[in-house]
């Protein structure tokens, strides 16, 4: 599938520019890992994309993300789109079976976690930010209290990836595309 169809869907589904950025982050976070272990860039990407076309119009557990499939199916999309989306959500009892799968359930969650951290620097930017910084804030269940740690873990651990590694990785994947995803940064202050 070419990025340019999957982002077609995106725009079709999606008008929250904040959930846009979101699937652009897991996107890249997957073309990260699928280059790291030789796989096909484009189709973990566009799984990346996909994940959540439906939560604006199927905005609960009970329907995100089973209702898309059918969307997904009737625009003919490879079944294993279709089941990795489905897979990346605990809920729906369908189990990650590969590799691809389990990367985007490692990363979906952690990126948000990502950009959490980032906003509430001074300098609101991908740049310099570390998995340290990140370690901060994960110690504080407060910060971003909708972030599921537990589930963070977990995704990493059954992905296979060391969770602080991962950390590093997923911000590494998301830095080149900071000014997409908002997170470039303030302009330095001039006198």
């Not at 089973?66 to 294993?80: H, K, M, S, T, V």
């Not at 971003?144 to 651990?157: I, K, L, V």
Request: glycine share 6%; hydrophobic share 45%.
């Amino acid at each position: 599938m070419h990025r340019e169809e999957a982002l077609a869907i995106v725009r079709e589904f999606v008008k929250n520019e904040s959930l846009v950025r979101h699937m652009l982050a897991v996107e890249a976070a997957m073309r990260f890992y699928a280059k790291k272990f030789g796989e096909n860039e484009d189709l973990w990407g566009a799984v990346g994309l996909l994940h959540d076309f439906d939560w604006e119009i199927h905005p609960d557990l009970e329907s995100h993300p089973q209702a898309g499939a059918p969307i997904l199916r009737q625009r003919n999309l490879p079944e294993d789109i279709v089941h990795a989306v489905l897979s990346h959500a605990d809920h729906t009892g369908v189990a990650r079976i590969n590799r691809m799968e389990k990367a985007l359930f490692a990363c979906d969650e952690l990126t948000g976690l990502i950009t959490a951290v980032a906003l509430v620097r001074p300098s609101r930017s991908l740049s310099d930010l570390t998995a340290k910084s990140v370690k901060k804030k994960w110690k504080d269940r407060a910060f971003a209290a909708g972030a599921n740690r537990e589930e963070m873990e977990r995704g990493a651990a059954e992905f296979g990836v060391e969770l602080w590694e991962h950390v590093d990785n997923v911000i590494l994947a998301m830095r080149p595309i900071a000014a997409e995803l908002d997170l470039q940064g303030n302009p330095p202050q001039t006198g």
